[in-house]
C-alpha cells in the first residue's frame, strides 16, 4: 500500500518553486492510512507544512504542502548573492562599522563581525574621536628616541633620582615615583594613576610623555642624557573600547633645578590633580592598600610585580 501511495506523490508544476505540493489519493486507501503518510512527512521534513482536505475524481484527497525554509536548489533558482572579497579573510573579521552616536571626545559604534565559527554577531564599541588613523601613520617614520604610533595615550612611569651623588645612604640611592590624584565622574570618585594623557596629532610618544609629566605634576623628565624608554602599544579595557596606550618609564633627574622643592603643575580648565611622591621600596603598595581612592588596575599591577621581584630577590 505505502509503494502505491508514494508513487502517486504528484508534484503540482503551477506552484512556485520554493513550496511543493504533493496529493496523497487512492481509491483503495484508507483515510487513516494517508493521515499517517502525511505525519510522517511531515515530521522528517525541515520545512513547514500545510495540509487540506479536497475532493479529487469522486474520492477523498489530501493535499501536503511544502512551504522551504531551506535555501532554494540552485538549480530551480539564480542566486542572488553578490560575491563579497572579504569572504576570503581568515575568521574571525570586521564586516562593517555602523556609527552610532558621537560627542566631541567619543564615539559609539557597532562592529558587525563574523567569528570563528562564520556566525554574524554585533558588539557595541567605544572609541575616541582623537585616534590618529592609518593614513597619518603611514606619513611618518619612527626612528629611536621618536616613537610615531596610533595609539590613543601614554602612561608614564617616573623614576626620580639623584644620578650624580657620591652618598652610599640608602636614603640618597632611594627610588621614588610620582602618582596623580583625580576625581573621575564615571566612577563618582576618586582614583589613584600614574601620570597619563592623550598624544596629540604631530607629536612622538616621547614628547606626549614629557609633557603630560610636566603638566600634570610639574616635574621635569630627561630625554638627552637618558631618552624614555618606551613599550609596545597595550590594550586598556578590549571588551569596551579600542583605546591602545604606551607606557613610557621617564627618569627625573633631582638635581635639576626645575624638579627642586614642590614644582608647580601645569594643569588644563577643569583639571584637579593632587601628586603624591612616593618609594617604590617602601609606600607604593601601602598607599594603595589604604588611601581611599580607587588605584587604577595598571598601577596596582605594577606595585604587585614589583613587591613580587622583591620577595623573589629577598629569597636569594
Not at 16 to 43: C, D, I, N
Request: hydrophobic share 30%; glycine share 4%; aromatic share 6%.
Amino acid at each position: 500500500m505505502h509503494s502505491r501511495l508514494l508513487t502517486r506523490l504528484t508534484l503540482n508544476p503551477n506552484h512556485p518553486p520554493k513550496s511543493k505540493h504533493y496529493h496523497l489519493w487512492h481509491p483503495h486507501t484508507r483515510l487513516s492510512q494517508k493521515l499517517v503518510l502525511v505525519l510522517l512527512l511531515f515530521l522528517a521534513s525541515p520545512s513547514k507544512a500545510f495540509v487540506r482536505f479536497q475532493p479529487r475524481n469522486g474520492f477523498p484527497s489530501i493535499a501536503y504542502t511544502m512551504s522551504s525554509t531551506t535555501p532554494p536548489d540552485p538549480q530551480e533558482e539564480e542566486s542572488t548573492l553578490v560575491p563579497d572579497d572579504s569572504s576570503n579573510k581568515e575568521l574571525p573579521r570586521i564586516d562593517r562599522i555602523e556609527p552610532v552616536a558621537t560627542t566631541k571626545w567619543l564615539a559609539l559604534e557597532t562592529y558587525h563581525y563574523t567569528d570563528q565559527r562564520g556566525k554574524e554577531r554585533k558588539w557595541d564599541v567605544a572609541t575616541r574621536t582623537t585616534k590618529p588613523t592609518q593614513s597619518d601613520m603611514d606619513k611618518t617614520v619612527s626612528t629611536p628616541g621618536n616613537t610615531i604610533s596610533n595609539a590613543d595615550a601614554v602612561v608614564i612611569i617616573p623614576l626620580l633620582q639623584q644620578p650624580h651623588t657620591n652618598s652610599s645612604s640608602t636614603k640618597n640611592n632611594e627610588v621614588e615615583t610620582l602618582l596623580v590624584e583625580q576625581y573621575r565622574p564615571p566612577l563618582q570618585q576618586t582614583t589613584m594613576e600614574f601620570p597619563a594623557g592623550l598624544v596629540d596629532a604631530g607629536e612622538t610618544v616621547e614628547q606626549a610623555a614629557l609633557r603630560e609629566l610636566r603638566e600634570e605634576t610639574g616635574y621635569v623628565g630627561e630625554f638627552c642624557s637618558t631618552v624614555p624608554q618606551v613599550t609596545r602599544a597595550v590594550c586598556m579595557s578590549p571588551g569596551m573600547c579600542t583605546e591602545t596606550v604606551h607606557i613610557c618609564l621617564v627618569h627625573v633627574d633631582l638635581e635639576n633645578p626645575y624638579n627642586h622643592g614642590v614644582p608647580t603643575p601645569e594643569l588644563d580648565d577643569g583639571e584637579y590633580v593632587t601628586v603624591h611622591r612616593v618609594s617604590l621600596n617602601e609606600g607604593l603598595q601601602t598607599l594603595l592598600d589604604t588611601c581611599p581612592s580607587m588605584p587604577i588596575m595598571g598601577l596596582y599591577l605594577f606595585a604587585m610585580g614589583f613587591q613580587l621581584g622583591r620577595a623573589s630577590s629577598n629569597e636569594k
